[in-house]
């Protein structure tokens, strides 16, 4: 019995020795020590400063397609050049450094080895010697790289780039005014459509009611040239906002800027469609709604194949219907080839649409099903075909080869045990089998193509993996080459080191809450340290970076002893579309509940984490979110720094707000804006404004602070001068780290103007956006 007792008090002994060696406590710096965790931070942003090289390859591709060059910029900015054969992935130094330089200083021009500085190499049709341009100039390089002959500029056949579809108002005519068969002239005089023969005569007057006020435009001919279709159009101006310049140079006053600023509710320019038959030479009224939701008159396409139908898109105001709508041109009918409806949102800006040339195929993507698909739609039909299905998310079409009834497309979420927003590319057949990999590997891949898209160039890292490129073949994604790994061997030396990934159960207990976590490098496991989070909940993407960050704001305000966190919680993009509602009607919400249960399973997780201590700070739709931070949830955040807020959704721009708000303008608006819940404010709050914001008008902060001030509540305002849409840029930094150490660590930060810490912001300011 008493050796059980005694084994046990040991026992205890232990265990008490042990807790005791493990007492955490909150970590307080004295002033004097945050002066020099400050020093510290500065220190460490510039060590960072281009520490990593070899992250990313600029393929400067033959116009053949079959080689390409580029060049690595390595520490110190010393620069090599890598020539890569695309067919057998050799690649090789592009010509050697040292020669090259010394042939060119013979010639008279300036080169350094080290930092030889080359724009151009090309190596000709027929000739096994390359071209080389610097400094403006051409010159072919010797057999053996050791000589070079100025020569003249040769014709440079660059390789093409991809482009993007163009969009904007049209004119008159998109079409062009004569008819494709040459014989008919169309005009607009004084609103009014007149025709007349091309060869010359008097002109027909096809239209009475036109204006020059309202007017008839945005005419197309039919590929048979029988008729012109086009629309009556409504003009409406939109109405303006404006700001002051309060400090431009020469100037005694301040000067006012204003410019058009659609807002919530108001209204559209409107357009109703009319057939004009050549032969009767009039107008005919085309039997469906006007559309009244656009920036310029929707796209008529007219069928390739029978020049008696065509097509054109109508996106409903409120965002909750889409339609395909064919118009039969000899009875002025329609019928909905296309016809969405939901009872929440579709997601306008992320609608890929497209319409392959001599078809009668529409592809589209879709989260009907739950998942943002891609679909193939028979427009004669409309009978839709699911391509992709399954709970993942196509993120973008690469190409669409009717041919080989191929998809080459980008998604995320497919590979199991990997951060769902990682983007891996993918090959399908239209009936959604035989799907292929072409980036297999762990991580967020980035890719670019060929000129001729047989090869493509494989960028891939995740947030703290640095990152590694390859050259892969298209056709079945062999890898080709490895042509760079990251070189990181400097980066390590700084000891600064990437942000970690942490993953946590949401307000519904089932689904994964991404985000990432920063910690001071010299961080003390035996201390608490107090949590950022760096906000930014807009509903339009996910934010939480998925590539290698190797050093970020987030860790320099980490230097100063924060754990600084980013999340993207419920209400964002690329998930489930249940996962992108939850922000419909709703935007204030912002995944708060999601957010504030991830940073307490993170605190239970690491005990150096003090989910008593917790500040928030975000920009423009972060600014919202970080004050209705502390409005919504006072328990949990104590302290914000908002900067250039859209802090009411009725004073921000109307294509973002009606997206997730909808439309009509309900007491849904004013119930959750921040101006209206101004009274709620119990932490510390810092408004941020910059003066000249194009993005969100400045009055939506100073709104805020209205309300506070009637309100009777203290916080701080600081306006940044001549600054466009921003965080107040290094001065508003500057006094956003100060605010969160005063409030949450609770001690006064450097004094600046005595020169405890002098600053990058102190040796010279930003030049602002207006002045």
């Not at 390089?141 to 969009?167: N, Q």
């Not at 028979?378 to 391509?387: A, P």
């Not at 976590?517 to 107090?530: A, I, R």
């Not at 009055?699 to 600081?718: N, Q």
Request: with cysteine; charged share 25%.
């Amino acid at each position: 019995m008493y050796k059980t007792t005694k084994s046990i008090a040991l026992l205890l002994l232990a265990f008490s020795s042990t807790i005791k060696a493990q007492t955490v406590t909150r970590f307080q710096p004295t002033h004097a020590e945050i002066v020099e965790r400050y020093k510290r931070a500065q220190k460490m942003d510039d060590l960072t400063t281009d520490a990593v090289f070899k992250t990313t390859v600029d393929a400067h591709w033959s116009a053949d397609g079959k080689s390409f060059w580029y060049c690595n910029v390595l520490k110190d900015s010393v620069r090599e050049y890598v020539w890569v054969d695309a067919a057998t992935g050799k690649k090789e130094p592009a010509f050697n450094n040292g020669k090259v330089a010394a042939a060119l200083q013979k010639n008279g021009v300036s080169a350094d080895a080290s930092h030889l500085m080359i724009t151009g190499i090309i190596m000709p049709e027929g000739k096994s010697t390359k071209q080389i341009k610097t400094d403006g100039d051409w010159f072919e390089l010797g057999a053996d790289g050791s000589s070079v002959t100025k020569i003249p500029a040769p014709v440079e056949k660059v390789a093409a780039r991809g482009g993007r579809r163009g969009g904007g108002r049209f004119g008159d005519f998109r079409n062009g005014s004569t008819s494709p068969d040459k014989k008919w002239d169309a005009y607009i005089e004084r609103g009014n459509l007149f025709v007349k023969p091309a060869g010359g005569g008097t002109g027909v007057q096809y239209t009475q009611d036109g204006t020059e006020a309202v007017p008839y435009g945005a005419m197309m001919w039919s590929p048979d040239s029988k008729y012109l279709a086009g629309y009556l159009i409504h003009p409406v101006k939109d109405t303006t906002v404006s700001f002051v310049l309060s400090s431009v140079p020469g100037t005694k006053r301040g000067q006012v800027r204003t410019r058009p600023y659609k807002q919530p509710g108001d209204p559209f320019t409107s357009y109703n469609l009319y057939l004009f038959p050549v032969d009767q030479q009039k107008a005919i009224k085309v039997n469906t709604e006007v559309s009244d939701f656009d920036n310029s008159a929707p796209l008529l396409r007219w069928r390739f194949d029978n020049p008696q139908y065509f097509t054109y898109e109508k996106f409903d105001r409120g965002h909750q219907r889409l339609r395909v709508i064919e118009v039969d041109a000899n009875s002025a009918q329609v019928r909905n080839v296309v016809d969405e409806k939901t009872n929440t949102f579709i997601y306008r800006d992320k609608q890929y649409i497209y319409y392959p040339k001599n078809s009668n195929l529409l592809f589209r993507t879709s989260e009907k099903g739950g998942w943002r698909h891609l679909y193939m739609v028979d427009l004669l039909t409309g009978k839709d075909q699911e391509i992709t299905k399954g709970n993942w998310v196509v993120r973008n079409v690469d190409s669409i080869d009717l041919v080989k009834k191929e998809v080459t497309f980008s998604a995320s979420g497919i590979n199991a045990g990997e951060d769902p927003y990682d983007i891996h590319f993918y090959r399908i057949n239209f009936n959604g089998t035989n799907m292929v990999s072409l980036t297999p590997e762990k991580g967020n891949h980035l890719v670019t193509y060929s000129p001729d898209k047989k090869y493509f160039i494989d960028n891939y890292s995740m947030v703290n993996i640095p990152p590694v490129t390859k050259l892969r073949r298209t056709a079945d994604g062999k890898e080709l080459s490895l042509l760079e790994d990251a070189d990181v061997s400097y980066y390590k030396t700084t000891g600064a080191s990437p942000p970690e990934v942490f993953v946590a159960k949401g307000r519904d207990g089932v689904t994964d809450i991404w985000g990432i976590v920063s910690k001071p490098s010299d961080y003390d496991p035996t201390k608490k340290y107090p949590v950022l989070e760096n906000i930014y909940a807009g509903p339009h993407d996910s934010f939480v970076p998925k590539s290698f960050v190797p050093y970020s704001e987030m860790q320099s305000l980490a230097e100063l002893g924060f754990i600084v966190v980013m999340i993207d919680g419920m209400g964002t993009f690329n998930r489930s579309k249940a996962f992108h509602d939850v922000c419909w009607k709703n935007i204030a919400d912002a995944g708060l509940p999601d957010r504030i249960l991830w940073i307490k399973a993170l605190a239970k997780k690491y005990s150096f984490v003090d989910a008593e201590r917790v500040g928030i700070y975000g920009t423009s739709a972060g600014g919202q979110n970080s004050m209705n931070a502390l409005l919504m949830h006072p328990e949990f955040y104590k302290v914000a720094v908002s900067a250039c807020g859209c802090h009411d959704n009725r004073i921000d721009k109307q294509w973002w707000n009606e997206q997730w708000m909808g439309y009509p303008v309900g007491p849904h608006y004013d119930a959750q804006s921040n101006v209206t819940n101004a009274h709620l404010l119990q932490g510390n709050l810092m408004l941020i404004v910059d003066e000249a914001d194009t993005n969100v008008p400045p009055e939506s902060t100073y709104r805020v602070a209205d309300a506070l001030i009637k309100a009777h509540k203290e916080f701080d305002l600081f306006s940044v001068p001549g600054m466009d849409h921003g965080d107040g840029g290094p001065v508003g930094r500057m006094k956003k780290r100060n605010f969160f150490v005063r409030y949450l660590m609770g001690i006064l930060p450097p004094d600046y103007n005595s020169g405890e810490v002098i600053t990058k912001q102190q040796v010279g300011r930003e030049r602002w956006a207006f002045q």
